[in-house]
């Protein structure tokens, strides 16, 4: 069977940057699974893997337009340390959740000078190529649950 819209793929994979460190990987884990054509994973990847079938392996190099978007500036602020209510040591580096004009998003404390912290809302892969090393393990049909909340349920999946 081959991996196209409303199937569920399980993969194995590394994701490495440009310079070739390792970002994440899912070998010696449950491999992801995930609902094809549903935009669970970046468009990049899931353009790639369209046609494949268990057992095929692959190296998908994904430029940030078809990854996380390139970095917009229009997403780094300077705001006040008094917005970290219950928060002491503020750190560069540090993520919070925050709400914003698009729902709760992940910022990521970028500097701290005095009374004043630099945040980016940016993905933290954003402006990154990326490179997924992946093995297909399994390709099936989608539960009717499945295909009605639009991701994979169990084991590599969502957990309700």
Known sequence: MQIAKDLVASIEYTLTDAAGAVID??????PLAYLHGAG?????????LEGKKAGDSLTVTVAP???????????????????????DNIEAGMQF??????????ITVAAVEGDNITVDGNH???????????????????????LEHGHVHGAGGHHH
């Not at 970095?71 to 340390?81: A, E, M, S, T």
């Not at 959740?97 to 992940?106: F, S």
């Open 25 to 30: 990987s899912s070998v010696g884990n449950e």
């Open 40 to 48: 669970n994973i970046i468009p990049g990847l899931e353009n790639a």
């Open 65 to 87: 337009e078809d990854g996380y978007g390139e970095k917009n500036d229009g997403l780094i602020q300077v705001v006040p340390k008094d917005m970290f209510q219950g928060v």
């Open 97 to 106: 959740h925050a709400q914003t004009d698009h729902g709760m998003q992940v």
């Open 124 to 146: 933290p892969l954003a402006g990154q190529t990326l490179k997924f090393d992946v093995k297909i393990i399994e390709v099936r049909a989608a539960s009717e649950e499945e």
